[in-house]
């Protein structure tokens, strides 16, 4: 009788890449519909585009690489990076952009390091930050929460601005932007902001109509979705608390610190938390396993890290928010801090 | 501490970093109870089957064995026996796939049933609580117990554990899926397993024991608890289903919070870990006097009719197994010995089972679902949250595949037990434990390779030196030569001869022989003491050598000194100038410590004979004065008393060949040999030599041949032409037999080589004993060349560090051959001689070795028989023998003070 060998262990949990990276792209549809219902439908023509166009570069490469597509594909990895993106970028964006976005972040960011498990960097962040500083002005043109536009854009128009930059009408994205006081919006990181930098203090400043009590209008909304779909997968175990508690935490501390320090200039905690894309980096981008640190204990550090680095580029730097400056550079530290918290071995060092 | 008691007693269990939770399975198995199967066809009982040396045999083939009858008997360490499963007879004794991994041939004896199962002679204990330790040792021992988990530790070794023991633990956890076999065990025989923890407890004397038992087994815990109820020093304690909370380790963390040391045995935490089923085996062993010859084995997997326990005989094949429980193999059909996270596939289920086999698992695909393909890792750490040893698999298996072995070893690999758990866990279905699996043996083939290589680089260092030293000497030896020859050579002869006949007043012949062999005695009971306390000799010595120095370069001042002696001889005047050129070479040889006394050995009695004689002499303490760790063997000196000139001359030809075999490992030398020996004028003799050579160098060149060292004692040598042949063929054979011996220890290639080659041109000697007067003069002549050769040998073989087991079997056959070249006659006794030297010598290597076998034990013992044959030979001996044999005794107190140089 041929028998077959194998290497032990014999049993496997059932657990797969692809079923971890399709539970994190569901995790993040709590926070989709949130974007969805305060921001238009544009977000998931870019959600389209974005699937399509990593699906399409994604095998492209594997096909260049000699290597089998599918099971590259498959994994869903490619996928996530998509959506990410997709979720990081203005929802009525021209479709190019998404486009660049895509490719950096599979083919240069992802693939060109060898691919999945080789990337240094967060690939969607990476792009995110690519398209930041080579197009800054389609990626701040975001829309205010629908209630606060002129008018309304219905589904065809954003289609036709995502892909001829102009309304059926013959309006651009920056006339479409005007709010209903007629000036242009801005997001509410860049609002407050810019509010201080004319000497107004974030009272003043959060009197707008872009405000609600805590937080951007509707932006408080999308950080609870995300909110909402990291604690699902702290809940499934697909991340660990770390990263995201360490993170928040870390946070939510400086910016209480710099509240108690000048409360006229700082928009306390829960405006940090709650606004731009604290809930989605947290939960979302700096928990990417490839490019965060891997030990338990490192990864409090590199959360703690991402925290401090975006509170200091929020108040301090010329970006009105940080997610992705600061998870790259805290990228190139996890090797240093992976190397440096080895979990004490079994029957190393102190024991009673 | 007593904290730690208490807690223990409250029924604390500790918990350990990390673990899954792979589906039970043992509901598959666990409800019948444990069934006894028909005797098989045949029986296949590995003679290995445990952590340690091989039983020795003690069954041949053909012979009818008793149920329980012993087939092996401890030798070595760690060596435990084994049993006849069942009464039969022994159809053959061969390799046979093991129950291992690589499923490597393991010499296994194969028995045919004879059906009536009859037991030999059982010897129960009558009273077991009485026994002492080292009975209930022994008793464990001679049952073949070795541990049943898993590993396959011998008990008897654990139990005569000399630390004390404060927590004996009994594994009853069986944390591996599938498997029942101690859960079942103890269910119906918890009563003898209790038995066998109290006879641990009887054994040990633990302040506790405690059984840990997983929660999933309810009725073997109510089972224990009851059975151990009489004994408050028997903790059951209920750990919760975690794998792999059976691991040693972890069910250590788990029941005393204690960790074993990294790299340490839990012993050294004063615990030890026995598993259910080597008590219930030590308990058989003691109370009813069975030897370990069956043990339960969970028969399982979704391909199995009747999934089940079975009380099988070692040595039963997993078919028999199989098939007697029913089995529908699936096509890619695993069978798994031992369970589903940490057993290994079968080749092919014609293995027998052996002492540590606890599981068959024939699974089908749905259940144990096939690896799927391997993908890239994303470090998402489910491994590091799995690993119950706090290791980081993520980091890991990215350093094995980039062979990144020191950073492998920074982060630990050594401390993965491989218990299977992150792969387990893994997305992207990495074989995680198997990349550890491979890397650990290519950091252990590279931690062999570069000790091996350092000492490589040691040696070179040392042969660079040395011929630099060589180099510098002969450059010296031109510078001088020209003042060697300002002297008046005839004078010199005079005043050599003057200083014999000086000596021989002062001595008379008697007292320097009854001298010589006084001096040889002490020195080989010194040496048997294997650290020769010889210092006060040496000084001694080094007096005397000072003195002679100092007298010798008098002598060279003195030159013109008037002529007392009669010049009467021209040879001798030759053998003088001989003498003082090696003098000189020696003197150069030993930087400050020189050997001038050699000038005294160097008085040529007025004989050629004697002049050859003390060119030995002279050849051999240059030797001695070169060679500098190695502990010579002090026997040479008595034996070197040669029975008359020519066979001095002989005795100084076998010396010369010996130190040449030992040239031989670096077959450069050969050919300069062979040119120098060709000037002896027996054709004869020369021819054999050559072919003996000849044959020789082939010999050591065949590299894969086995043959047995037994072969060598076959000579008996009746006239010199077939003594040569015979001498060349066992030479032959006794270096194929040391090449063979020498495949199972490489490191140690070159001595093996030296030694060989070393017993055989001894006997070579034998050929050249035609040759008569001035052919020894030739001889000797040689001798010093070669005894030159030698000394450089020597130094070479002082940086082999380990002498190894391989020598002390070339060795054997020396014994044998010695024995029978003890012939009466005195050229016999000669070569007799040269032979018992250069078995002294080796001796003393043997010496060195501590962990000697019973090997040195033969060599050891042979010694004594030859000294004793010479010695009367040796007083029957003329005055002149005499002399030259306190010349020999000289050198050899030369050496030895040089080796007490050494030492101090």
Redesign the interface.
């Known amino acids: 009788?041929?028998?077959?060998?194998?290497?032990?262990?014999?049993?496997?949990?059932?657990?797969?890449?692809t079923?971890?990276m399709l539970t994190v792209i569901a995790a993040c549809i709590p926070g989709l519909i949130a974007q969805v219902f305060f921001f238009g439908t544009g977000v998931l023509i870019q959600l389209v585009l974005a699937l399509v166009a990593v699906s399409a570069f994604e095998a492209a490469i594997m096909l260049m690489r000699k290597r089998p597509v599918w099971?590259a594909l498959s994994?869903g990895?490619a996928w996530l990076t998509g959506v990410l993106l997709a979720l990081s970028i203005p929802p009525l964006a021209p479709w190019w952009v998404i486009i660049i976005g895509c490719l950096f972040a599979i083919v240069i960011v992802k693939q060109l390091y060898g691919?999945?498990?080789?990337n240094l960097f967060n690939p969607a962040m990476a792009a995110y930050v690519l398209l930041l500083v080579s197009f800054p002005v389609q990626m701040t043109a975001w829309l205010p929460v629908s209630d606060l536009i002129n008018t309304p854009i219905g589904f065809v128009d954003q289609l036709r601005l995502i892909f001829t930059d102009f309304t059926a009408s013959g309006f651009s994205l920056d006339q479409m932007r005007t709010g209903v006081d007629g000036l242009t919006m801005a997001t509410p990181l860049d609002t407050v902001k810019t509010d201080i930098a004319h000497g107004l203090t974030v009272t003043e400043s959060m009197q707008k109509p872009l405000f609600n009590e805590w937080a951007g209008l509707g932006w408080m909304w999308v950080n609870l979705g995300f909110l909402a779909g990291g604690l699902y997968l702290l809940k499934t175990?697909i991340i660990?608390w770390h990263i995201p508690v360490s993170f928040i935490v870390s946070l939510a501390i400086c910016s209480a610190i710099g509240y108690i320090a000048a409360p006229g200039t700082e928009p306390g905690t829960l405006f940090h938390l709650l606004s731009g894309a604290t809930m989605i980096g947290a939960f979302f981008i700096a928990t990417d396993?490839?490019s965060?640190a891997?030990?338990?204990k490192g990864r409090l550090i590199y959360g703690a890290l991402i925290g401090l680095l975006v509170y200091l580029i929020r108040t301090f730097g010329g970006f009105p928010d940080a997610i992705a400056f600061s998870v790259l550079l805290i990228n190139i530290a996890v090797p240093l801090i992976?190397y440096y918290t080895?979990?004490?071995?079994?029957?190393?060092g102190a024991?009673? | 501490m007593e904290k730690l008691l208490e807690q223990i007693k409250k029924g604390t269990v500790w918990a350990?970093p990390g673990g899954?939770h792979?589906?039970q399975q043992k509901t598959l198995s666990n409800s019948a109870q444990i069934a006894r199967l028909p005797l098989p066809d045949k029986l296949v009982v590995p003679l290995k089957q445990h952590i340690g040396a091989n039983g020795k045999l003690i069954v041949e083939k053909g012979q009818h064995v008793l149920k329980g009858q012993p087939l092996t008997a401890p030798a070595a360490n760690w060596s435990v026996p084994v049993h006849a499963p069942t009464s039969g007879t022994i159809t053959d004794i061969a390799p046979m796939p093991s129950a291992h991994p690589s499923a490597l041939p393991e010499l296994s004896i194969i028995i045919e049933p004879d059906g009536n199962d009859e037991w030999c002679n059982l010897n129960p204990a009558i009273n077991p609580a009485k026994l002492s330790h080292d009975e209930l040792v022994d008793i464990i021992h001679q049952a073949g117990i070795s541990g049943m988990g898993g590993a396959g530790f011998p008990t008897y070794v654990k139990a005569d554990i000399k630390q004390p023991i404060e927590f004996l633990i009994v594994n009853a956890v069986e944390c591996e899926?599938y498997i029942t076999a101690d859960d079942v065990l103890m269910r119906e025989h918890a009563k003898q397993v209790v038995q066998g923890i109290e006879l641990m407890q009887q054994i040990l004397n633990p302040t506790l024991c405690i059984v840990g038992i997983e929660d999933n087994k309810p009725e073997a815990i109510a089972a224990m608890t009851q059975a151990a109820e009489h004994n408050a020093n028997i903790v059951i304690q209920t750990v919760p289903t975690v794998y792999p909370s059976g691991g040693e380790?972890q069910l250590i963390?788990l029941l005393t919070?204690?960790?074993?040391?990294?790299?340490?045995i839990p012993a050294d935490i004063g615990i030890l870990v026995h598993n259910t089923g080597t008590l219930f085996a030590v308990q058989q062993a003691v109370y009813e006097g069975k030897p370990l010859i069956e043990r339960v084995i969970t028969v399982t997997g979704n391909t199995i009719h009747k999934p089940g326990n079975v009380w099988a005989l070692l040595g039963t094949e997993i078919k028999h197994l199989l098939d007697c429980q029913g089995f529908s193999?699936v096509p890619?059909?695993?069978?798994?010995m031992?369970g589903?996270?940490?057993?290994?596939?079968?080749?092919?289920?014609r293995i027998g089972v052996v002492k540590t086999t606890n599981c068959i698992?024939a699974?089908d695909h749905k259940e144990?679902?096939?690896?799927?393909?391997e993908?890239?890792?994303?470090?998402?750490?489910?491994c590091?949250?799995a690993c119950?040893?706090?290791?980081?698999p993520?980091?890991l298996q990215w350093f094995a595949k980039s062979k990144e072995y020191d950073k492998l070893q920074e982060?630990?690999l050594f401390?993965c037990i491989?218990c299977?758990?992150c792969?387990?866990?893994?997305?992207?279905?990495i074989?995680l434990?198997?990349y550890y699996?491979v890397a650990k043996v290519e950091i252990k083939e590279q931690q062999a390779e570069k000790i091996k290589a350092d000492r490589a680089k040691e040696r070179f260092d040392a042969r660079k030196e040395r011929l630099e030293r060589e180099q510098e000497e002969r450059q010296n030896r031109h510078k001088r030569k020209p003042a060697a020859k300002s002297d008046d050579e005839k004078q010199k002869v005079a005043d050599a001869l003057a200083r014999v006949k000086n000596k021989s007043d002062n001595g008379g012949e008697k007292s320097a022989v009854a001298a010589a062999i006084a001096r040889a005695k002490a020195k080989k009971q010194q040496g048997e003491e294997l650290e020769p306390d010889n210092t006060e000799v040496a000084k001694e010595r080094a007096l005397r050598k000072e003195q002679a120095r100092k007298y010798k370069e008098q002598k060279s001042q003195t030159d013109d000194s008037g002529d007392t002696a009669p010049v009467d001889d021209k040879k001798s005047a030759v053998a003088a100038a001989i003498a003082r050129a090696k003098a000189k070479k020696a003197a150069q040889a030993q930087g400050d410590q020189t050997n001038t006394d050699d000038a005294n050995t160097a008085a040529p009695v007025d004989d050629k004979k004697a002049a050859v004689a003390a060119a030995i002499a002279r050849a051999k303490a240059k030797k001695a004065a070169q060679a500098q760790n190695e502990q010579v063997n002090t026997d040479d000196a008595d034996t070197a008393a040669p029975a008359d000139d020519k066979k001095a001359a002989v005795a100084a030809i076998a010396r010369a060949k010996a130190k040449k075999a030992a040239q031989a490992q670096d077959e450069q030398v050969n050919t300069d040999d062979a040119d120098t020996a060709a000037p002896v004028d027996d054709k004869k003799a020369a021819v054999a030599a050559a072919i003996a050579r000849a044959k020789a160098k082939k010999a050591a060149k065949a590299q894969d041949e086995q043959t047995n060292t037994d072969d060598a004692d076959t000579t008996a040598p009746v006239d010199d032409k077939k003594a040569a042949v015979a001498a060349a063929i066992a030479r032959a054979k006794a270096k194929k037999a040391a090449k063979a011996a020498e495949q199972t220890d490489q490191p140690n290639e070159p001595s093996i080589n030296e030694k060989s080659t070393d017993n055989v041109k001894s006997e070579e000697s034998q050929t050249d004993s035609p040759a008569d007067n001035k052919k020894a003069a030739v001889a000797a002549a040689i001798a010093r060349a070669k005894a030159k050769k030698a000394a450089k040998e020597a130094q070479q073989t002082e940086q082999s560090i380990e002498p190894n087991i391989d020598e002390s079997q070339a060795d054997n056959v020396k014994p044998e051959e010695s024995q029978t070249d003890s012939v009466t006659d005195n050229k016999k006794a000669a070569v007799a001689d040269a032979i018992t030297r250069a078995k002294a010598k080796k001796a003393a290597k043997e010496a060195q070795q501590t962990q000697s076998n019973e090997d040195t034990e033969q060599v050891t013992a042979a010694e004594p028989e030859t000294p004793s044959e010479t010695s009367p030979e040796q007083t029957a001996a003329q005055k002149k023998k005499a002399a030259v044999a306190a010349a020999i005794a000289r050198a050899k107190a030369k050496k030895l003070q040089k080796e007490g140089n050494d030492q101090s």
């Open positions: 009788m041929k028998l077959t060998m194998a290497s032990s262990p014999h049993n496997h949990s059932h657990k797969s890449l079923r971890l099971p994994d990895s691919g999945l498990g080789f175990k660990n396993p490839v965060a891997t030990t338990n992976d080895q979990p004490r071995t079994y029957g190393h024991v009673k | 350990f899954v792979p589906p899926p380790k963390k919070n204690r960790e074993v040391p990294s790299s340490g193999p890619q059909q695993r069978v798994v031992g589903p996270m940490m057993g290994f596939t079968l080749p092919t289920v698992l699974p144990l679902a096939e690896p799927g393909p993908k890239a890792c994303i470090r998402c750490s489910a590091a949250d119950p040893a706090s290791l980081l993520q980091q982060h630990n401390d491989e299977g758990a792969a387990y866990v893994c997305p992207s279905e074989p434990v198997q699996r």
